[in-house]
C-alpha cells in the first residue's frame, strides 16, 4: 500500500476532507506527508467550515466528494471567502452528476478539477480526467491493472487485499477483483455509471439512477433528488425519485410537470412512477444515499 509513495509527486497544502475511517483519507495523508506537504484540518465539514478552513491556511488541494461539492454551491459559502489559493479539487467515493460538474467548473474557472477512483479493498488508483468539465477518466498506474467485463470494471492491483473474512473470494482466476461498477467504454476512458447493486430492472430493462437524477436536476426548482428502485408487482421494479425543492409546489401539479419535462429526454420506463418529498439523507462521509425519504 505505501510502496506508490515512494515517486516523489507534487507537494500540497492540502485539506483532508475525507476522514481516516476512509480509505481516501489515509491516502491523502499519507501522499500529502510523502510529499513534503502541510495537512489542514477543519474544525468541521460543513461548507462554511472547510471554506475558512481553505481562506486561513492558503489550502492548495481539497480532496472531497460530489455530494459535498453540491452542498458548497448551494450555500454560497465559496463566495464568501478568499479561495484563490486553490489549484486542484479532487473528487471521488460516488458518481459525478453532470450538472453538479458544470456547475463547480464554472465556480472554479482557474481550478484543476480531478475525478479519482479506488476502494478500499485495492487502494487509490492514479487517474486522469479527458478534461475539466468531463466526466470520463483514465485510471491504473503503477501496480494496477485494469479490465472491463460485461460492462463491469475488474482491477488487479498489488496492494489489493487477501479477501473478506468467511466468505467468498470476489477475486477471479487472474486477481482481478469485480468492483462491482458498471463503466461505459471508449478507448482508454471510462465513464462510471453506478453500482450494479444500484441499478433498477423496470420490466427487464435497466435504468441508472444517475441518468435519471442528472436530467431531473435540470428541472427549475430542484434543489436534489435520490432515484431508487422499489419492487412492483407489475414491472419488477419501479423508479422512484425523492426530491428536495427550493420551495414548496402542490405534489400533483409537480408531478405533471416533471412528466412533461422528461418525456423528451427520458424513456418513459425511465420517468419516476412515484415521487416523494423530504430531506435528502447522505452518509458521514458525504455520499448520497439512496433510501426512502420520508413524506
Not at 89 to 117: C, D, W
Not at 135 to 143: A, F, K, S, Y
Not at 155 to 166: E, P, T
Not at 218 to 247: H, N, W, Y
Request: charged share 25%; hydrophobic share 40%; aromatic share 8%.
Amino acid at each position: 500500500m505505501l510502496e506508490k509513495f515512494t515517486t516523489p509527486r507534487h507537494t500540497y497544502r492540502t485539506l483532508v476532507f475525507l476522514q481516516l475511517d476512509h480509505i481516501g483519507g489515509i491516502n491523502t495523508l499519507f501522499y500529502t506527508l510523502a510529499n513534503a506537504g502541510a495537512v489542514v484540518v477543519a474544525p468541521g465539514r460543513m461548507p462554511g467550515e472547510i471554506c475558512e478552513a481553505i481562506a486561513r491556511h492558503r489550502v492548495e488541494l481539497l480532496p472531497t466528494s460530489p455530494t459535498f461539492l453540491k452542498l458548497l454551491l448551494l450555500s454560497e459559502a465559496h463566495l464568501r471567502h478568499d479561495l484563490s489559493s486553490l489549484q486542484l479539487i479532487t473528487y471521488g467515493t460516488e458518481p459525478m452528476p453532470a450538472s453538479t460538474l458544470t456547475r463547480i467548473h464554472a465556480a472554479f474557472p482557474n481550478v484543476k478539477l480531478l475525478q479519482t477512483y479506488g476502494l478500499s479493498e485495492l487502494g487509490i488508483l492514479r487517474s486522469q480526467s479527458r478534461g475539466p468539465d468531463s466526466l470520463w477518466v483514465r485510471v491504473g498506474g503503477e501496480g494496477y491493472e485494469t479490465k472491463v467485463v460485461d460492462d463491469r470494471l475488474w482491477v488487479r492491483a498489488k496492494s489489493a487485499m487477501l479477501g473478506y473474512l468467511n466468505a467468498p473470494s470476489p477475486f477471479d482466476a487472474d486477481g482481478f477483483f469485480d468492483t462491482g461498477d458498471l463503466v461505459e467504454v471508449d478507448g482508454e476512458w471510462l465513464r462510471i455509471l453506478g453500482r450494479k447493486s444500484e441499478v433498477i430492472n423496470v420490466a427487464g430493462s435497466k435504468v441508472f439512477p444517475m441518468e435519471v437524477e442528472n436530467t431531473l436536476l435540470e428541472m427549475d426548482r430542484v434543489e436534489d433528488v435520490a432515484v431508487r428502485g422499489e419492487p412492483s408487482a407489475i414491472t419488477g421494479q419501479a423508479v422512484v425519485a425523492a426530491f428536495k425543492l427550493t420551495c414548496d409546489e402542490p405534489p400533483a401539479e409537480f408531478k405533471t410537470r416533471m412528466r412533461l419535462f422528461c418525456r423528451d429526454r427520458l424513456a418513459a420506463y425511465k420517468i419516476p412512477s412515484k415521487v416523494e418529498f423530504g430531506g435528502l439523507v447522505y452518509s458521514a462521509r458525504f455520499k448520497k444515499m439512496r433510501q426512502g425519504v420520508p413524506s
